[in-house]
């Protein structure tokens, strides 16, 4: 083996403060331009991207040491390298006397790749003052032509498209790179796979129970709580998985408008506004963001800064936020009446809570054994998921919709019956519509107010019942103590 990789922890300066990387390691120790470079990164690049980064150098060294003496010049070792990631080194007879033996790559990661190590050898080369592996050259005016094309597509979707430099992106448009790999072929979009509206009330109330005790009266004991309220923020709310895994306790409150339904707001997970619970020496509360209370008050980072993979780590996915201040996604319940059933469990998810000890704010946290009050991993919850998937009879496939995300898809299809672009985009966060449209976004109120009344369309449709009337389910035993039991409220129209 001619490298491994391990995570590293580098300390700059006296403060103590730790970064933490991926690294690779040689037989000459570690490869210590490339901790030179997400130092000079690390502020405005996600460990993911590290993680690549580190995964497109370690492929060029098994390259190198299985391609001693076999170029000349940079150009042509990194022509054949990035050919080999397209097409693989394996010959028609099933050998490769290299002994790589790499299968060929999809074209975009081929690319992506590519890319990455471009980047790290110019910036290699600038520091050094050699060639890079992988220079810009003049574009022709194809070329040229492509590069604007490609601009104007991403202006034209860009939420803050008018702070783009145009003179810069010229210059970019007039070079190319000397190495390129083919593009992606162009398709149309598949039918979206959605998770099926008749069997929502099985998934929760016949999935998600709790093994040995499914026979209890008591409904907090007998089904699993916290992942059905996590299922019901991506089915009802339409949040997506990882944004349910950054949110507080705080987070949830009973809505002003209608004290019955919970009012949800996910933060940003670092620049968000940190909850007024974290005291001074004057006894007043800190007004910061959530990585410095995190940091201040609980010895933690936020969970996007954790290693991918691990139990901590959540992503981001820089959705379209409601408060510009305060940094945060409004959920919202469509219809309605899931903030409602959402709120009647928190409140028995609570009494849960308070009887483990925590050391963190997140919302959902581990039950079991030894890791009981730390927070819950998403790993943990897809396991979950689709063991309650396999219970109702279902199987777990993306093509079926049967995965946690296929709960999102279903939300975007109810939301649909807004017939509103814009209600759309702002119920889902999408961050990119029509360059035309970006400077009519609607607030919180009018789109609640427009969900409420496309509600009502829902019952002449072919997504008809809403999925918390139990009875419609046949579920005469899902709640025998009457603990969810009460008039459902009619939706109103909007005036």
Known sequence: MSHVTARAKVIQDNTGTELEFPVIVTEHGVLTPLVDYFLEKAHTRSYSWMQKVVQAVGLLIDYLRANQNCFNEPKALFTAFAQRLQRGTIGEDGLDPSGLYWLPKKVQNARQLVLLLSDFTDWLAERSGTTPLNPLRPASRYEEMLNWAAYYQRHNRAFLAHTWNRDRASGNARETRQIQLRHLPTAIHSDVKYFPENKIGDLLFKGFIVPGRQHSPRIEDRLNLRDILITILLHGGGVRVSEAFHLYVHDVQPDPLDPTVAMVRIYHPEEGLAPADWFDAKGKPFVCNRNAYLHGKYAMRPRTQYPKGGGLHAGWKNPHLDHQRELYLHVHWFPRDWGRLFFKLWNLYLLQ?????????????????????????????????????????????????????????????????TKDPLIIKAALHHRSLESQLVYT???????????????????????????????????????????????????????
Not at 459 to 469: A, I, K, M
Request: no cysteine; net charge positive.
């Open 353 to 417: 809570l308070v009887q483990v000890e925590r050391q963190h704010p997140f919302a959902f946290v581990s039950f079991d054994g030894k890791r009981a009050g730390e927070p819950y991993s998403i790993a943990s919850y897809r396991d979950a998921h689709a063991r309650a998937i396999e219970r109702i009879g279902l199987v777990v496939a993306k093509m079926e919709g049967t995965t946690e995300h296929g709960h999102r898809h279903a939300y975007g299809q109810r939301v649909k019956a």
């Open 441 to 495: 976004e609607s607030h919180v109120a009018e789109v609640t107010r427009k969900l409420d009344e496309a509600s009502s369309l829902l019952e002449s449709g072919p997504l008809t019942q809403p999925p918390f009337d139990i009875t419609a389910y046949g579920f005469e035993n899902v709640d025998p103590l009457g603990l969810l039991s009460g008039p459902r409220p009619k939706l109103r129209r909007g005036k």
